[in-house]
């Protein structure tokens, strides 16, 4: 069996294809236990996330609806549907014993071209790959689950066919990475750095006229849809080869007649495939140390009890802990990670439910056996009985268990009672320095500032941990970065870019890496950001949509825009926690950098 996801849903088998279904839901249903594949799904949770609005009763037999639709549609396949969908009482799943999926194979060849050390391994793991993409993820579905996946997917495509043309390009066959350059602008009309680098290597292989075609064709669709032209170096480039008339050499070899020549372009192949956005890979060479970093491996060395890893949303508190986790592994400790933002919403229902899923995670991370839960004993005491019978007895040494995005537990009801856990464990220590307890730290990275959801700061970690703050990158960071970038800016230039991204670390290296690739200057770079967000469209989208879900929010932004003070302290921590706002309080609330400044104006003035 075959599901694939790209450009659409549909099941192939021995020669059969199904990509119609009776319901939007069946197919969401589907669409969804595929892409979650090789994990079973809880009912609760298919429900919540499906029929998030109806009645418990009523959305139960709507799921028992869409299984039997799915059954009905899938019939005509060869292989039965009970052959490879599975349902029970609890859950429901796809069987990946039978069954693969595009997405599946696409993102293993995409691991296999970042660990490939020979450039024939990496341009074959990469070709295939893209050669997969076959449109969008899930096209046609509106499901809300669906919308970032879609954008990781497509930058990930994108930056994987950047990475395969520039490998082309330095064997010297053109004429393949012109096609790649192709099919880059048919899946992305607008996008002027990839009709850059099309209209670059039609020349270099002597197509001057398909070259002017292809300019002229981007002009159309920029004016038809947004209005616009051409950024600078399109235009420059447009009119050097209509005046001259002669073709290049090689893509790094301007002609004569060239009004703005390019830049050179570095070879930068593992930058292209590093996706930027989620935590910075361990062997990344673009990973910037900051003082947080030999704070956190201190604090880990001496057995801290709690360290409370802290800071805005994007500032790189994943990447530091990942660091962090395995510079504690090469000292020897025991390692798990438990990220909060990997758990169904249905572990999150209950201290119950939020405790056991702990424990499940636990002893999957360290391949030991499952909890046994006695229902006489309360959620903690189960938990606590695990520990210290089954987790400590078989582990040597030190345990480090790190919680990332913590935040997801705040506003939980009964999180001050997961957090009092955290907190017993904690004074273990104090009252028997004899106990397992001694062996255990706990490192917990969040953004929300904790006193807005715990009522009483005694009965929680958060005022007995040790603090690290992860702040932004400081300018001599940002200059690093821009050299291990190959230095596609200098002077003035990298000071207005410091200027517009601040130091945040997302900003900082999404707009690098797009420099980097020397089809633009700064300047068209800026124009493109100021007309519709260039690189940053979607991630300023994501941003003006959760502001606007909240009336107050927006109410704190129109005031700092104003050049006033933040009016409500609590909305202000929010916002901060955000990555909106930074300042020590209210009254001292500034944006972030100056790219937000820009674009919250625009739109709330508009």
């Known amino acids: 069996m075959r599901i694939s996801l790209f450009g659409g849903l549909r099941v192939e088998a021995g020669g059969e294809v199904v990509s119609r279904f009776r319901t939007q839901k069946s197919t969401a249903l589907l669409a969804y236990l595929a892409y979650r594949l090789p994990y079973p799904q809880r009912r609760d949770h298919l429900i919540e996330l499906l029929w998030p609005h109806d009645r418990l009763s ?142 670059r290597l039609y020349a270099a292989t002597g197509q001057s006229a398909a070259a002017l075609e292809q300019y002229r064709e981007l002009e159309r669709l920029l004016k038809r849809e947004l209005d616009t032209q051409p950024g600078p170096d399109l235009q420059a480039f447009a009119r050097s080869l209509a005046r001259s008339g002669t073709t290049w050499l090689s893509p790094g070899a301007p002609p004569a007649a060239a009004a703005e020549p390019p830049r050179a372009h570095p070879a930068h192949v593992e930058l292209c495939l590093e996706s930027v956005g989620g935590a910075v890979p361990l062997q990344s060479r673009l990973y910037v140390e900051r003082p947080a970093d030999g704070e956190l491996c201190s604090l880990l060395d001496s057995g801290e009890s709690i360290v409370l890893l802290t800071g805005p949303r994007q500032c790189g508190k994943s990447s530091l802990l990942a660091r962090g986790l395995q510079h504690a592994r090469r000292q020897g400790s025991v390692v798990a990670l438990t990220d909060f933002q990997s758990l169904d919403a249905t572990a999150f229902e209950s201290t119950e439910t939020l405790l056991r899923a702990l424990a499940e995670c636990l002893a999957e991370l360290l391949e030991l056996p499952r909890a046994q839960w006695l229902p006489e004993l309360s959620p903690s005491l189960n938990l606590r009985r695990y520990l210290r019978s089954t987790v400590f007895p078989r582990i040597q040494g030190r345990l480090l268990w790190a919680f990332d995005e913590v935040d997801r537990l705040f506003p939980c009801p009964f999180g001050v009672e997961v957090f009092s856990l955290f907190r017993s464990w904690h004074n273990e220590r104090a009252l028997d320095p004899a106990s397992p307890w001694n062996r255990l730290s706990l490192v917990m990275a969040y953004a929300t500032e904790a006193h ?155």
């Open 452 to 606: 807005l959801f715990v009522a009483d700061l005694n009965q929680s970690p958060f005022n007995v941990g040790t603090r690290l703050e992860l702040e932004d990158f400081t300018p001599d960071q940002v200059e690093r970065l821009n050299q291990l970038h190959g230095s596609p800016l200098s002077g003035q230039e990298l000071e207005d870019f410091r200027r517009l991204a601040g130091g945040h670390p997302y900003l900082v290296r999404r707009g690098l890496r797009e420099l980097s690739r020397g089809n633009q200057s700064l300047a068209s770079f800026r124009e493109a950001v100021r007309q519709g967000g260039g690189p940053y469209k979607d991630h300023l989208r994501r941003l003006l949509l959760a502001l606007l879900r909240d009336a107050d929010l927006c109410d704190q932004v129109k005031e700092v825009l104003a050049g006033r003070a933040c009016t409500s302290d609590e909305e202000f921590f929010r916002l901060r926690s955000a990555g909106i706002l930074t300042g020590g309080a209210a009254a001292t609330a500034r944006f972030r950098c100056e790219l937000y400044r820009e674009y919250l104006e625009r739109q709330f003035r508009s």
């Open 58 to 199: 009523a959305a139960r037999s709507s799921l028992s609806t869409a299984l039997w639709s799915l059954r009905q549609d899938l019939a005509s396949l060869p292989v039965p549907p009970d052959a490879w969908f599975r349902a029970d009482r609890l859950t429901v799943m796809v069987d990946p014993a039978q069954v693969t999926t595009d997405l599946e194979s696409f993102e293993a060849l995409l691991r296999t071209a970042e660990a490939a050390g020979a450039v024939s391994e990496r341009i074959s793991a990469l070709a295939r790959a893209v050669e997969l993409y076959g449109g969008e993820l899930l096209a046609g579905l509106a499901e809300d689950w669906i919308f970032n996946e879609q954008t990781r997917l497509e930058v990930r495509y994108q930056d994987s066919l950047r990475a395969l043309i520039d490998l082309y390009e330095q064997r010297g066959q053109l004429a393949a990475a012109r096609e790649l350059a192709a099919r880059g602008v048919r899946s992305n009309p607008l996008c002027e750095e990839t009709c850059l680098r099309l209209l």
